[in-house]
């Protein structure tokens, strides 16, 4: 009995340090989360005190006189020391506070809360249209290298990855709608439905394909898809190359290990090599590559927000940008920054969690 | 084979494309029936409250929502009696009287009453807001003006503190900030002693055609008619404007029928659209001049015929027709066409030889000017061809190309040398324009006068600002007329400015509608006269 | 001639320097096998051939407005290009852009790269605190949206193509970094790095001599897919007005002046975005080669 009894307290030992371990290096994720997230709120707050617009002239416009100047100023506790200015806008930060937009005059928050849902809505299908494109187009050149499928494969990525967006965007728009009538025109709807929407369908995400499939508006929602498709497609087919070219990598890498070898040698078929044994060591630093376009894609879709018209936050953002509403930019970016932060935090979480080498 | 998964995939792709696209966009192939579909960039609008709103997007939906005393007609552009049927001032030169118009309602129902016009002004002054300086203008205070305009009955009495023309003060009755809202309502939904500011700026209380129905910044702005409109009820019931900023989208909305109008396209967009027989582009002329201007602090644009020999060597004509088509029309006087007193002349054109002999005569050797410029695509186009032409009229221009908050800092600070930018008109009254071009009491550093266009080229207009403050005080239309006109002449002559052109706007609409009116330089877009 | 072949293919070289050129000519010959990797190294050489001569190349002066001359399409005698909306040809405009192309290019490649693999090697080699710092620093410039980070610095510094190309500098280093340590946090275990160490090398000898070369070929492979990037992010800076200032003919300048015409006169913006197209590929099959080549783990495929 006594061996069978010490194995038992061994491999209970040995679960309960692992478990310690990575309630450990989970806490040590955290703690860099928040870090960066401080660093984050740092430069953003440099660059507000750094960049040479003046906020007051800015918010008070054109006429105003010395004294409002002045008491603005006060008010805005631009004379403080500049480590305690930090510290308010850091505390401001946490408590939900990012200003207000010197344009509108609006809380940021409220107006980033505005646009992200329509950003995440789009983000989030063009990066699945991405994955479901990318991985296997990768998968194709990496099975046959050097040759004519791959070549083609890495050539049409190629493209996404190097002709400006604006150009695939309105050829897109001018093929598939224009021409087509395919897709539905710029808006997340038709005129018709915008009209209706407020009315008829409850605001719970925000996000219309969601929203409208709840309540059961099925013609709105099959407007919205044909709306969304588009340019979720375009922004799959920019974030397609990158995914495609690091699977290609990767799996050229994994087939070449010797466990693959001696699975062809014993005659297991090509698919089930590739599909079962390979992808599944690729996917774990895939999942790094996927979160890297995901957070990529919600920043930067501002020409697509622009070509189609859809009220996305890469748009508020740029366009507060170019009339200097640094309170709207630097909310956003933080807003940004800190969604780009919890992606990479969660994919190094999956990461560690389905490696067993990385633990 | 190897290309099947492939294949597979794009024809799965295709085929869902297919389904989710043709049968609702089959149905939806034009607009609904009762419905003006607009596609505009209205990205600027940063408030819809009449006495908040002053960009051009914000005064569209104001205009149409809301009415004042003193009306532009929409297609004549003339003054005509708005809410207030009749008007006079008394021999004081300081005390108007307005008679208003009688049976007329608020979208509410509500009665509109002296009072509640007197309670418009009055709050569009306390609430100050960027358009409550038209207003002051007329010496009206948040402490002053609850005395100096008052309302009883039907009739609506307004003091002012000098005895300005009364034209002056007529043409800025007509501006956004002056339109009557509905004081019983907006009383309610004062929140914080903010005048209802804050639930004004997604909903309407007006006597317009229309009602506020729907904001959402960046994205669109719906507008239901109301029924009993003094003017006559809005043929079409609804109205939504569309937030569309990239002009080669508007057109392709356009094409396909699923705008009625599109208001943003670039001249190249019209010109592409030139064969199509169910699109109609109307050209109407916007406020925006555009001019040169050259920082006097430099000797080198203190010297007359310096001057003269840049005016000479810039080819309005040109560039009007090329690189500018359908986007201005040339225009060389501070006045746009519109205004009382504008100048439709055009004694300005390219001749680089003439150019050159007044170059040789001014004695300045080898120029070099630094023109500062927005990095927008029409700037950049027009200074590239001003360094064009001026090089072969053997003055160097260097770009200076950088943001508009940059350049519009440097420029308030005189610290340019040359700059190309334009000038929107704040309210439809040539003072507007006069006073700021025209008019430089203080022409020393400290001064710090921004909002003179003439103090921020440290250009002292001497004898003119004189006269343009005279010509606001002008009893008589008629003499007002050519002292303005006298100006302007003088103005284009001897300045340091150079105006070349005027914005003209093209609008696209489909060949079945009618009854559009853009509003020229004066007015803003009206909707209620349109059929489809 | 075979006196040179026998001795760079000597399996026994007799001087470091032979052994040194000796694997490089063996590199050479495996580059050489590879059609690719060839016509990507065509292509690279063509452009630098190409900004170069462009003075000689160019039919015409690359500024000079002809306005009625304006919008010609592809083909027309004189123009096979086709000519923008100030009668400019845009085949000279792309000859002498290629130059702007090839500057902008090399500078951030001089830059990113190299600050990045500092940061990187120093972080995976020293590990603990000196990792954890550089890392979370890492972290910060990658989260922030790069076009802010690029604007705020233009912002700053003043336009110009110079303050352009270091604002995407900043914004392109953080992945280098990361690539960099994931490549030390590899090798600094290895064998060889521990024999050199006992031998007294210094951690500065290690990094530089023996860690950051096993590093190179992936960040090679990073820049050659990033050249395409960074010509359409210095192309969105001059659109906002930020960078190159007209009338220089950078390409992506080029694009964005032609994106109003882009339906009618569509030979504008799609010329120059071919152009882009086709050096991105070059330099993307020349990486691919070139990783082929030098990275000793994918020898023998």
């Not at chain 1, 508006?217 to 990158?242: K, R």
């Not at chain 2, 009495?157 to 023309?165: E, I, N, Q, S």
């Amino acid at each position: 009995m006594a061996p069978v009894n010490s194995a038992q307290s061994s491999d209970a030992a040995a679960q309960s340090s692992a478990a310690l371990r990575f309630a450990s290096q989970s806490a040590n994720t955290l703690f860099s989360l928040f870090i960066t997230f401080i660093g984050l709120l740092a430069v953003t707050f440099l660059i507000s005190r750094v960049i040479p617009i003046d906020p007051v002239t800015a918010i008070l416009g054109e006429r105003a006189t010395g004294e409002q100047i002045a008491a603005l100023t006060q008010k805005l506790g631009l004379n403080d020391p500049l480590w305690k200015q930090f510290g308010i806008y850091v505390w401001d930060v946490f408590h939900g506070d990012l200003g207000q937009s010197v344009r509108t005059r609006d809380p940021v928050l409220t107006e980033i809360g505005r646009y992200f849902p329509a950003t995440l809505e789009l983000s989030t299908l063009g990066i699945l249209i991405g994955v479901i494109v990318g991985i296997p187009a990768g998968v194709l050149g990496a099975t046959k290298p050097g040759s004519w499928r791959d070549l083609f494969v890495r050539l049409v990525g190629l493209m996404g990855y190097s002709m400006p967006v604006f150009w695939l965007g309105l050829m897109g728009l001018l093929l598939f709608y224009g021409e087509l009538g395919w897709v539905g025109g710029p808006g997340r709807l038709d005129s018709m439905y915008e009209m209706m929407i407020d009315v008829t369908v409850p605001p719970v995400t925000h996000m219309i394909l969601i929203d409208t499939a709840l309540a059961g508006e099925w013609d709105m929602f099959w407007n919205a898809l044909s709306h969304i498709i588009l340019p979720a497609s375009l922004l799959g087919y920019l974030s397609m190359a990158y995914i495609s070219r690091m699977t290609r990598s990767f799996m050229m890498n994994e087939l070449g290990q010797e466990y693959i070898t001696t699975a062809r040698v014993k005659g297991m078929p090509e698919r089930r090599v590739v599909w079962v044994h390979a992808m599944r060591n690729v996917a774990v630093p895939l999942i790094t590559v996927v979160a890297l376009s995901y957070a990529y894609l919600l920043e930067g879709a501002v020409l697509t927000e622009t070509i189609f018209a859809w009220p996305g936050l890469g748009r508020y953002i740029t366009d507060a940008l170019l009339v200097a509403d640094m309170p709207a930019v630097l909310g956003g970016t933080i807003v940004v920054g800190a969604v780009y932060i919890g992606i990479n935090m969660l994919s190094d979480f999956l990461y560690r969690l389905a490696d067993p080498r990385a633990r | 084979m190897s290309f099947l998964p492939l294949a597979r995939k794009a024809g799965a792709a295709t085929l869902a494309a297919l389904l989710l696209g043709a049968a609702p966009a089959a149905l939806m192939a034009a607009t609904p029936a009762d419905t003006l579909v607009i596609a505009a960039a209205i990205d600027d609008i940063v408030s819809l409250d009449p006495a908040e709103a002053y960009e051009f997007s914000g005064l569209d939906v104001v205009n149409n929502t809301y009415d004042g005393l003193v009306e532009i007609n929409p297609a004549t552009l003339a003054l005509e009696p708005g809410l207030a049927e009749s008007w006079s001032v008394a021999d004081d030169g300081v005390t108007y009287t307005f008679k208003m118009k009688a049976g007329v309602t608020f979208a509410s129902g509500n009665p509109v009453t002296a009072e509640a016009a007197a309670y418009s002004l009055q709050r569009a002054v306390k609430v100050n807001k960027t358009p409550a300086f038209i207003l002051n203008q007329f010496g009206w205070t948040a402490e002053n003006v609850d005395a100096m305009i008052t309302g009883a009955g039907d009739t609506l009495t307004l003091k002012v503190d000098k005895p300005f023309a009364p034209t002056f003060l007529y043409n800025c009755l007509t501006a956004g900030v002056a339109s009557i809202v509905d004081a019983e309502t907006v009383k309610t939904h004062d929140v914080g002693g903010d005048m209802a500011n804050e639930w004004l700026k997604n909903n309407s209380a007006g006597t317009g055609a229309y009602v506020l129905k729907s904001y959402k910044p960046n994205e669109g702005v719906i507008l239901e008619a109301r029924p009993g409109y003094w003017r006559g009820d809005a043929i079409l019931k609804n109205v939504f404007i569309q937030h569309i900023p990239e002009a080669a989208t508007e057109r392709l909305q356009i094409e396909k029928g699923d705008v009625d109008i599109a208001r943003a396209l670039t001249p190249t967009d019209v010109a592409g659209l030139e064969g199509n027989a169910d699109v109609s582009v109307v050209t109407d002329v916007g406020g925006q001049v555009y001019y040169l201007s050259f920082n006097q602090k430099n000797e080198m644009y203190k010297n007359a015929k310096f001057l003269d020999a840049m005016r000479w060597a810039i080819d309005y004509q040109g560039m009007a027709d090329t690189i500018m088509k359908g986007a201005v029309i040339p225009h060389q006087s501070f006045l746009p066409q519109g205004y009382l007193g504008a100048l439709d002349d055009l004694p300005y054109s390219l001749d680089i030889e003439k150019a050159k002999a007044l170059l040789a005569e001014s004695g300045v050797k080898d120029p070099v000017v630094t023109l500062t410029v927005r990095n927008a695509a029409d700037r950049m186009d027009i200074s590239q061809s001003i360094q064009n032409t001026f090089g072969q009229a053997g003055i160097k221009v260097d770009l200076k190309v950088g943001e508009g908050a940059e350049v519009l800092k440097d420029y308030r600070a005189r610290l340019h040398d040359a700059t190309l930018q334009t000038w929107g008109p704040d309210y439809p009254d040539p003072n507007t324009n006069s006073s700021t071009f025209a008019e430089n009491p203080d022409n020393s550093d400290e001064a710090g006068a921004t909002g003179y266009l003439a103090w921020r080229n440290a250009y002292d207009p001497g004898a003119m600002t004189a006269a343009s403050q005279a010509a606001v005080m002008e009893r008589d239309p008629e003499k007002r007329k050519v002292m303005y006109a006298d100006i302007q002449k003088t103005h284009r002559e001897t300045s340091p400015f150079i105006l070349m052109f005027q914005q003209a706007r093209q609008t696209a609409m489909r060949s079945n509608v009618q009854g559009f009116y853009a509003g020229g330089a004066v007015d803003a877009a009206s909707f209620w006269l349109v059929t489809k | 001639m075979t006196t040179l072949n026998a001795w760079l293919l000597d399996p026994n070289p007799k001087s470091r320097l032979q052994s040194r050129v000796g694997q490089t000519w063996l590199s050479w010959l495996r580059f050489r096998r590879n059609p690719l990797a060839m016509i990507g190294l065509g292509i690279s050489v063509a452009l630098i051939f190409m900004s170069i001569f462009a003075p000689l190349l160019a039919p015409y002066d690359p500024i000079v407005q002809s306005l009625p001359d304006r919008l010609l399409p592809p083909l027309t005698p004189g123009h096979w290009m086709g000519t923008d909306d100030f009668g400019r040809d845009i085949y000279s405009r792309l000859l002498y852009g290629s130059r702007i192309t090839l500057y902008i290019v090399m500078l951030v490649i001089l830059t990113a790269p190299v600050v990045g693999l500092i940061i990187g090697t120093v972080a995976g080699y020293f590990g603990g605190w000196v990792d954890a710092v550089l890392m979370r620093i890492t972290d910060v410039f990658l989260a922030f949206p790069k076009l802010i980070l690029a604007l705020a610095l233009v912002a700053v510094l003043g336009p110009g193509m110079v303050n352009a190309v270091l604002a995407i500098a900043i914004t392109s280093w953080p992945p280098y970094a990361r690539v960099a340590r994931a490549e030390t946090l590899t090798v600094r275990n290895s064998d060889y790095i521990a024999a050199t160490r006992l031998q007294g090398a210094s951690a500065l000898r290690l990094i530089w001599g023996h860690v950051m070369p096993m590093c190179l070929p992936s960040v090679i492979i990073r820049v050659t897919l990033d050249m395409a990037g960074v010509i359409l992010t210095a192309a969105g800076l001059g659109f906002l007005g930020l960078g190159v200032q007209p009338p220089l003919p950078e390409w992506g300048l080029m694009i964005s002046a032609g994106r109003k015409f882009l339906f009618e006169q569509w030979w504008v913006a799609t010329m120059p975005g071919l152009a882009i197209f086709i050096v991105s590929l070059g330099f993307n099959l020349l990486g691919d080669g070139l990783r082929d080549v030098l990275d000793p783990r994918s020898a023998g495929k």
